[in-house]
C-alpha cells in the first residue's frame, strides 16, 4: 500500500486486521505524511545505506524509509505486526522485518552483519515507555553509526537537548552531536497521546568508542545522589579514599562540586585517572 501514514489508509489496515493499539507497546500511529517525509529529511540517508528502524508499527514511517535506503531492517516487538507489515509494506523488497525486543538485539553482531553498507542509521518513533533504555543502548554501544533521528515525548527531548546534565545527555555529547529538530502535535497520531512528542537527531563523531559502557557506568555513579558532591559518590565505590583526594585535585576539580557543575571534559580527565 501506498502512503500507510495516511488517516484513511492507517484506518483500513487496523479495520482489516482487527488491530488495536497496544498501550503496554507505546502504540501510537503516525497519520501524517508530512511529518514523516521530515523525520526521514533529518537522517540525511545516503547511497548504500541501511537504516535500523525500530518499531515500525504498521509501516506508515519504514514505508518512507524504504524510498530512501538501500536496506531497511524494522525491528518490533509485537507479533501481531507479521501479517500487517507483510500486507502494508509488500511492495518494498528491501525491507526486513524482526520481530524482536529491541532491547534484546546484539548491536555488535548487527553491525558486523552489515558491514557491506557504507552507512548505518537508526530511526524510531520510540516507544515511549522504554525511551531512555533504548536510547542508552544505542548511545553506549561501540558499533560504528552515522546518526540516531528518534521521536520522543517533548518534554523528554527538550531535557535532552538542554544545558541539563545527566549522564545521558552527556553521554549524547560524547558521542555525538544533539539536536532538537521539530515539535509534533499529538493530533497526528491514532490514538492520539496525552502530551505533544518532538523529534531529536545525534550525529555520531568518528572517534574511538572503546569503554563506552564503563564510562557511562562510572557518570551514574557520579550522579548518584544528585545532592550530594563528586566526592562523596565517587566514595560510593572508590577503593582508596586518598587516591580519590589525588585525583581530584589533580584534576583541578573541587571535591565539594556537584556532578550537574562538572564539564564534559572533566569528567573524561577524571575517569581517565581513576
Ligand atoms: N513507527 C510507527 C509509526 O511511527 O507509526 C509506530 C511507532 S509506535 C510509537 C512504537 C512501536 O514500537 C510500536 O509498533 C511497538 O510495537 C514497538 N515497540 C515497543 N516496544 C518495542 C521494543 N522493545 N522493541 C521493538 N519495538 C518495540
Known amino acids: 500500500m501506498r502512503d500507510i501514514g495516511k488517516v484513511n489508509h492507517t484506518l483500513e489496515i487496523l479495520d482489516r486486521f482487527e488491530l488495536q ?14 511529518i514523516i517525509r521530515n523525520i526521514v529529511e533529518c537522517a540525511h540517508i545516503q547511497e548504500n545505506t541501511c537504516v535500523v528502524e525500530i518499531g515500525p508499527g504498521i509501516g506508515g514511517l519504514t514505508e ?37 525486543d529491541f532491547l534484546t538485539v546484539d548491536l555488535q553482531a548487527l553491525a558486523e552483519e552489515l558491514k557491506e553498507y557504507d552507512h548505518f ?14 536510547l542508552t543502548k544505542i548511545m553506549i554501544s561501540s558499533i560504528k553509526m552515522d546518526c540516531f533521528v528518534g521521536m520522543m515525548q517533548k518534554e523528554v527531548a527538550l531535557k535532552l537537548t538542554s544545558k541539563e546534565k545527566s549522564p545521558l545527555r552527556l553521554m549524547m555529547d560524547y558521542v555525538g552531536e544533539v539536536k532538537y529538530e521539530f515539535t509534533v502535535t499529538a493530533n497526528v497520531f491514532i490514538p492520539k497521546p496525552k502530551v505533544d512528542s518532538a523529534v531529536i537527531s545525534v550525529t555520531f563523531k568518528e572517534m574511538n ?47 565539594k562540586l556537584r556532578a550537574e557543575q562538572l564539564s564534559l571534559d572533566q569528567f573524561k580527565e577524571l575517569y581517565d585517572l581513576i
Do not use: H, M, W
Open 209 to 255: 568508542k572503546e569503554n563506552l559502557n564503563d564510562f557511562y557506568r562510572f557518570l551514574l555513579v557520579c550522579f548518584k545522589q544528585r545532592r550530594k558532591t563528586i566526592y562523596n559518590n565517587l566514595s560510593l565505590t572508590a577503593q582508596d579514599k586518598d587516591k580519590l583526594k589525588e585525583v581530584l585535585k589533580t584534576c583541578n576539580i573541587d571535591p
Open 64 to 100: 518512507y524509509i524504504a524510498r530512501s535506503a538501500k536496506k531497511v531492517i524494522a525491528y518490533d516487538i509485537d507479533e501481531r505486526l507479521k501479517d500487517v507489515l507483510a500486507y502494508s509494506l509488500s511492495e518494498y523488497q528491501n525491507v526486513e522485518v524482526r520481530l524482536q
Open 121 to 134: 542509521i537508526i530511526i524510531s518513533n520510540l516507544p515511549y515507555y522504554i525511551t531512555s533504555e533504548l
Open 21 to 34: 493499539a497496544k498501550k503496554s507497546f507505546g502504540q501510537n500511529f503516525l497519520v501524517d505524511i508530512n
